[in-house]
């Protein structure tokens, strides 16, 4: 009789099962590059706020810019749907609980106006700052021409999984080489999270990766559609993915880990698996100047028979400048983000990103009681 | 000296510890086709509700019926040992827990009546619904002639674990190849989780198999018996019975998952797994129509030496229409079931159920903090 | 440069982590032969109470006895100590947790009288029970022929972890080949957990061992000296350490796991892991005869450096019979014992116990919220 | 087309993981050695106290050194600062918790006084203890040449990752075998955890490496960095580095692991993974002659932009001779861990801390319900 071929399952990891080991030489945090580099453009950290509409706004997209980061403003969310987009958020934060779901669903069934839409942009290009701009791919083929005559400096395409190859009943779908070709802007494609997914993306000559799918137990999509990888494995094989395409086309595509951070820890590790920078939605939401008021929610378009995502109530723990550079008045890990990065990359001796990628990671699950109760560090 | 031969064992997953990894193409999910397939009829979803007793009763039979799936009447339940049923159901819906377990007892201590069992039967037929009717193995060659009799459609057979070859005292047991001989319906045969016991039953002729014994830690089965098999890796194994039963035979015999389902990931899982249909208890109890009227109990024969189940209060959460194709009104995943299938087989790029048993998954612990308190999808 | 030898770390498995798999054959419960022998004693259940004060006394000793099992009374406890050990058993059960730990080590600093214990050993003789009796292997020269001269059974030598080569800095200690020479009962030694050391311990000569060190996570032998094995590979090995030594002596000697059970479901995975007995204390514990009061406590000598164990409330929850045979009053699994086994067997199509040991397990971990909350089973 | 290169992942193990298996002899407790020596310096027991504030003072390591131990002084605490360390050791018991980050931050800014340095040594040296002091990396060109003008016996050079070539913009840092050349006295380095960073520390002739980087996953390296290894995996790692220079040195440089540990259990286990001695802070910080009056804190230099550790209640539980020897007044593990060891090494049939080395160890999981309830061992 033969061998009965059974389904295979691969072992998956998320951040909490992992760290990273230092390593055999050591390096100040002040002597670390971490710039992060996008077709042209150069940031001095690799952080990118993601396009929500509880984490990107104009003046958010500005101060990042400011700080040396990114922000991506979402094309189809509240931004682009009100003249006056503080009020409706302002009654998001105030709602009680009962109300949120109804009021997220008129929020969102607003139009979207073309007009305002130049008019984010060209307020985010004012303050001096990149401005990188998201659409889902359904909607790309109208969004982009308004995008670039706003002259926008970076276009996100991204949905829960975007694919090279996606079948719809429309005659024509989205086709990236064209785009490409369309579109003259570095173009950043998402979300994925397998190699050859990730490949198939990069060949299609976009300039950047978004990596994250149901990336946590507790993710809307893996609850509800069973669906997800946890972002350290997700990460890792996306990174081979961008080194194989660099092997076989000299080009250099990102990766940039998407969804899931808490802490500067967790950032810490997309790196090392491989991630050249990360997107960073909830721990942004907790800024001052996020215009979510200190709530987040997930859905830019409430679909009425599958809603996913809901509005949280997240608390406002410091500003921008604070996440990012301290110091940090939480010691949860989820400030001074950049000096954790700086920190960890100096006791692996890594000098930049690509060099922090070597370094090794154990498997070393979250739970256990050691050192629970009063682990503390000596120096 | 010879090495000790140690008992080997098999790592075994469930529902929890795996997750689906997004495709390399995606389609649009209402491209999907979920037909399911038993004998000569043609499901347009593979939902299958259980022969529980506050799960299905006729009125819940017709109306699955009529949305596209199947339900089985326990021909050895509250249904058939009642004229009118409604009466013990609301009592069991009404008593304390403390009284529970005596009137549960007291309810299945009454004799089934064989003319009551052909009134149901027809009803659900003159409904225009397709008839399932269950039986233990032991008491199948008493039923299976008034089912056949009254026209039911599918039978059956169903115990916590059912294998081709049973030992009794009793001079023969249930045979199924001479079972299959003498009733002309398409027979269903369960419980079973091994590859070589699946394949053993399908051999015998029948036309499904009912996967899943002791699938969680917490299940009866498991706590109190030891025995039992998470129910990834149990239809995994089943899935390549009837992959190898298929080669040999020519014939396709349905792969049915049975169990542990909380929400609408699980069933992905499952599908995406192997499984062709899924056979839905609990959930189902939460529907409007349910005849358990938000209470749940599992034992159809309380054995007075080793019980096992008890009543649980599972609530109302929607219609069967609102559990199997939304707008969900919970965040939980536990309604829009066919909604979450498509959209999962979706992003899988599978048009069928079968293309969807080739998707890639992962071992992804459940137990992990990761984006649990605030992981939202951007899009 | 030579490759780094790390140490090697073997996985191991507890109760809690496995289950075992219905066969490919069924049988009747009542078709399954669980008789247990020992030397030649054979005793209708393979279920042995453990030598706890709290568990072991004349009368359980007899009750279980008439049950088909076997009780062991410690030489070293409570009932030798007293003349009438009702007393302080009350006392035990009476006091605050505060005074508790003084009690204790009063009440076990009584000398031991001799006389006392043949009264104990022949009170039990005369009811009509095997006796079986156990001390330390520091003790047992000094006990052994007390026990022999009662006209004892079968001697049990125990303590947390013995083996058949000990050091000390008396002259010579205890030599079990000698032991078994100079006594004319069966002897069983324990407790050990490894394949070699258990194998050490039957080419002694001896008739049995316990088996089990330290198996839970929260075992104060874990706890204090990180020694210990899960119970499932401590069966797993000693289980291979017998089949052994069956070979190259062509006797068989049972393996009994010992402690950590607390459930039926337990029970059998330890007999499908290769026991061929267990040994219970805490489940007995809650027993109305057992003369812990509803109290358990592990310690027979409390050592005053390193005091282990403590006062635990267990409760009562039925007769001893109950616990065993049933019928349950509680659904956790924790009564009928018997009924449990036989209903396992049963689904593994093992008519005998050594047929058990070939059932097959998984490794299917207790952590998963997988039908947590209303896991039902249909039949 | 060519397999990809996914980053790998290596397994790692921390104390609640793994468990020590009984050997297959046994010694009395009272026949093991746990001697450990450093340099010269033979120590009767294998524990070291570590440079925290709140658990090494002049009289602490008195007390220990008269016990056969050994505590290090942290040459950059509060008792370098402090004519008096008594006041602001009493104000940081006595704040509140909102006041303690501004107290700490006040306390660590105060300048180290090199007169009070040579005081401090001096005092521990005229009890007739040994003296062990520790300063970080970048200050120990400043900081030996006074401790060795006041005859301090053992130098520690330690940060929370120290390797043998470290890079920061000054021009020379810290060159260990140009250390170990102007220093007399024995000196010991750390944090490592890799065999690799282990090997090239030992080979620049120090005589001791500690081990130990974010051990545990709520440890605040962890947290904010991503960077630990979990003890007992570094520990393995460690050890076979210390064999592998043994091998090719024949210097035998001990192996200490430094953080992490709760109870008896973990040392024990630290030992048989290949440890020569432990570093244990918290539980010291427990006892009643601790200079952190039942407080614990983290960072001997609080860094303003990325705080790490902070305040914790750790109470006061018994004497530092109670917490060594006993006897023990709780039943946590966490006193008499003397007792614990010498135990767990005779049921190991270990007579030297070395020979310990050799214990058989199985992974063990912590989190299980197995016995949870009331695990009790009979003898």
């Known amino acids: 009789m033969a061998t009965p071929q059974f389904k295979e399952l691969r072992r998956s990891y998320g951040f909490d099962e992992v760290a990273i080991v230092p390593g055999d030489v050591t390096i100040n945090p002040d002597q670390t590059n971490i710039d992060f580099k996008i077709g042209n453009f150069t940031f001095s950290i690799p952080i990118i706020a993601s396009a929500m509409d509880a984490v990107t706004d104009v003046n958010f997209a500005t101060l990042i810019s400011q700080l040396g980061g990114l922000a991506v403003l979402n094309l189809e969310g509240i931004q682009t749907r009100y003249d006056n987009p503080q009020e409706i958020l ?32 060209q307020a985010i290009k004012q303050s001096g700052a990149v401005c990188a701009v998201s659409a889902l791919p359904a909607n790309t083929k109208r969004f982009a021409p308004i995008a670039t005559e706003a ?18 009943r429309s005659l024509r779908g989205l086709i990236f080489p064209e785009l490409c070709q369309s579109v003259a802007m570095p173009i ?11 490949l198939d ?3 299609t000559g976009i300039s950047g990766v978004l990596v994250g799918v149901g990336p946590g137990a507790a993710c809307t999509t893996r609850e509800v559609l069973g669906v997800g990888v946890p ?9 081979a993915a961008r080194d194989k395409y660099l092997g076989e086309s000299g080009r250099y595509v990102p990766v940039i880990t998407d969804g899931g951070f808490r802490k500067g820890g ?21 800024a001052k100047e996020a ?31 604070q996440i990012l550079f301290g110091p940090a008045s939480v010691t949860d890990g989820s400030q001074n983000l950049i000096g954790a990065l700086r920190s960890a990359m100096g006791v692996c001796g890594a000098s930049t990103v690509q060099e922090m990628h070597n370094a090794q990671m154990v498997i070393a699950p979250a739970i256990t009681t050691e050192g629970k109760s009063w682990q503390l560090s000596a120096t």
């Open 291 to 321: 215009p979510g008021l200190g709530y987040h929610w997930g859905m830019s378009q409430p679909h009425p028979a599958l809603p996913r995502g809901t509005r949280i109530k997240v608390g406002t723990t410091g500003t921008l400048e």
């Open 151 to 168: 002259k926008a400096d970076i276009l996100v395409v991204q949905s829960t999984v975007t694919t090279a190859r996606h079948t719809s």
């Open 188 to 198: 950043i494609v998402g979300n994925c999270v397998s190699y050859s997914a990730c």
């Open 231 to 239: 972002q350290i494995t997700a990460t890792i094989d996306c990174a």
């Open 90 to 121: 302002a009654e998001i934060a105030q709602v009680s609980d009962a109300e949120i779901t109804p009021l997220l669903q008129k929020a969102y069934s607003q139009p979207i106006k073309e007009n305002i839409i130049g008019e984010r942009i």
């Open 201 to 203: 993306l990069m060949r």
């Open 266 to 286: 967790d950032l810490c590790k997309a790196i090392a698996a491989g991630a050249d920078a990360v997107m960073i939605g909830s721990i942004f939401a907790q």
